[in-house]
């Protein structure tokens, strides 16, 4: 399960999870080399995330930036904050940077999905989708949230425009 889909509720178990499990891990990906000089910054956006409080896990997203400009889980929360800010080109420029850090980064997976179906790409979503079963299978959290994602996509409809144009 994904630490950005916590309830309020869990916010706080969130954290001591984040903290305490190896980083890349909490986040969906493969872990990463320890790298325990951004946890306080992913401990902070976690928070404010939770809150959807998208600006202030920005700004300590960059912060851990700052520090570790290769932690793959840093960019993939960028890309979610990003995301759900409505800034979808720096999401997919973060996600895009999590999953040439980690290939296998189960949450940027999921999330630039998630996006291609916000700009209405779900082949490219289906991608991610399948990088999802070869990565952990159907049973991951990761997979089966893509794939409800995907399933709930309805295309848009088509205009009368559109419809009448050649």
């Not at 896990?57 to 520090?67: C, F, G, P």
């Not at 179906?117 to 991951?140: P, S």
């Not at 893509?146 to 709930?152: D, G």
């Amino acid at each position: 399960m994904s630490l950005v889909r916590s309830s309020a509720a869990a916010a706080a178990a969130s954290v001591l999870f984040l903290v305490s499990a190896p980083l890349g891990q909490a986040a969906g990906g493969a872990p990463p080399a320890p790298s325990s000089n951004v946890a306080d910054e992913l401990t902070e956006a976690q928070l404010m995330i939770d809150r959807k409080d998208w600006t202030g896990a920005l700004v300590e997203l960059k912060r851990a930036l700052r520090k570790d400009r290769r932690n793959p889980d840093v960019h993939n929360l960028m890309g979610y904050s990003y995301r759900k800010s409505g800034q979808l080109d720096e999401a997919f420029d973060s996600y895009r940077t999590a999953l040439r850090l980690d290939p296998n980064h189960r949450g940027a997976h999921e999330y630039i999905g998630e996006a291609y179906l916000q700009v209405n790409q779900a082949d490219k979503a289906r991608e991610h989708l399948a990088a999802l079963k070869r990565i952990c299978g159907e049973q991951c959290g990761e997979y089966q949230e893509l794939s409800k994602a995907l399933s709930a996509w309805q295309p848009p409809a088509k205009t009368a425009a559109t419809t009448t144009a050649k």
